[in-house]
């Protein structure tokens, strides 16, 4: 059973293209997050949603647009695709409530753009 | 000053050996703090969370100093399956701040 899934697994692109990665959890987590681990592996939020309501907005170009159709599901779409944008987004989830929440995270997904 | 930050590494050590290495944190508000592992190319997964009085699970070490704002993590009897990057996770209003990394190798 996977907890947290994102779709595609692999994105190849060129520049200048509008695409979408897919993230879902079956863990009935009420916050989602959308990571960026660029080529130095240094991980950094870029978006968070708790019950549909965005809580955290990074400063992420306005390319960048995530949507959160329901608490299962938080999509990212990007626009106007840049060679910058290569990275590993990472998908995650976890359940507010106490100071010890913890985040699960999905496989990511491997943009790469030419 | 980056809010975590982490000896890269690597560590090289022995199977068996014990290893362990620090992390700091620039928030004195953090409210709680994680151990993460990543595997080459795989996403982060939770190796243990790090409580004020410490806590142990396992092989694994951990522990917090909030007045010094330092985390560390103690791995006893390295086993090959430990070779990793360890991230130093700090959160702070829903928000996770990651470490770059700390990289341990486990030879045979």
């Known amino acids: 059973d996977t907890a947290v899934s994102q779709t595609p697994k692999y994105l190849v692109t060129q520049m200048g293209n509008d695409k979408s990665i897919k993230c879902e959890q079956n863990?009935?987590?009420?916050?989602m997050y959308w990571y960026k681990q660029d080529s130095k592996k240094f991980l950094k939020i870029m978006f968070s949603?708790?019950?549909?309501?965005?809580?955290i907005n990074e400063t992420v170009p306005n390319r960048f647009s995530p949507k959160s159709p329901d608490k299962a599901h938080l999509n990212l779409h990007i626009n106007s695709l840049e060679l910058g944008d290569s990275a590993v987004y990472f998908c995650?989830?976890?359940?507010?409530?106490?100071?010890?929440?913890?985040?699960?995270f999905g496989p990511g997904t491997r943009l790469t753009v030419t | 000053r980056k809010e975590v930050e982490q000896d890269p590494g690597p560590f090289n050590v022995p199977e068996g050996a014990t290893v362990a290495f620090n992390c700091t944190y620039s928030?004195?508000?953090?409210?709680?703090f994680f151990w993460y592992r990543q595997d080459c190319r795989k996403e982060p997964k939770l190796l243990m969370s790090?409580?004020?009085s410490g806590n142990e699970d396992g092989r694994f070490t951990a522990q917090l100093n909030r007045a010094s704002q330092y985390i560390s993590l103690l791995i006893r009897d390295s086993k090959l399956s430990d070779s990793a990057t360890y991230l130093c996770?700090?959160?702070?209003?829903?928000?996770?701040?990651f470490g770059a990394g700390t990289t341990v190798t486990v030879r045979a």
């Open positions: 995650a989830s976890s359940q507010t409530g106490g100071p010890f929440y913890e985040q699960y």
């Open positions: 863990l009935g987590h009420d916050t």
């Open positions: 949603y708790n019950n549909k309501e965005l809580i």
């Open positions: 928030n004195s508000a953090s409210q709680s």
């Open positions: 790090v409580y004020s």
């Open positions: 996770v700090v959160n702070m209003d829903y928000k996770l701040s």
